[in-house]
């Protein structure tokens, strides 16, 4: 069982630093993952260093750890926001629902990192857990929609 009240303990602190969390997010996706980046067009054929600052990824990574929020806030009650996501990422932005879990999985050693002291080994597991079922049901969504991007 999630500890979604870990969980939203530390997202309160993410809240106040949203933008330069979800950059370091989106640009370690981009490094680890540099094919992730021609699902973003903004983003196609720019080095890491050219989008480090630029006022485009920091839209996106608002407008990621926005809806990520919007989701850990629900406290496990998230099909609402969750079917909402999948709409779009399935018919309009065609990302493969594998890019949630690797995104989830960038954004708690993000968060570990710059955050040692609230990110302890118990929160740790809670946020992952809280993602794994979270992109649980977004692949779900993918599933019921017959998604063959």
Same mark, same amino acid.
């Given at each position: 069982m999630v500890d979604w009240e870990k969980v939203n303990s530390v997202w309160s602190a993410v809240e106040s630093n949203l933008t330069a969390i979800g950059q370091n997010i #989106? #640009?370690?996706l981009f490094e680890q993952y540099p094919e992730s980046q021609n699902h973003?067009?903004? /983003? %196609? *054929? %720019?080095? #890491?260093?050219?989008l480090k600052d630029t006022a485009d990824i920091k839209a996106q990574a608002d407008t990621v750890l926005n809806a990520l929020g919007n989701i850990v806030k629900k406290k496990g009650s998230h099909s609402e926001p969750v079917k909402a996501l999948?709409? +779009?990422?399935? +018919?309009?932005?065609?990302i493969p629902p594998h890019y949630f879990t690797k995104i989830? +999985?960038?954004?708690?050693? @993000? #968060?570990?990192?710059m955050y040692p002291s609230e990110m *302890?080994?118990? @929160?740790?597991?809670? /946020?992952?857990?809280? /993602? %794994?079922?979270i992109c649980s049901d977004i692949e779900k969504e993918? %599933?019921?929609? *017959? /998604?063959?991007?």
């Open positions: #989106l #640009l370690r973003f067009p903004k /983003f %196609k *054929n %720019k080095s #890491l260093g050219e999948a709409a +779009t990422h399935i +018919t309009t932005h065609k989830t +999985t960038i954004a708690v050693d @993000v #968060l570990s990192e *302890n080994a118990q @929160v740790q597991a809670a /946020f992952s857990g809280a /993602f %794994k079922i993918y %599933k019921a929609a *017959n /998604f063959q991007g």
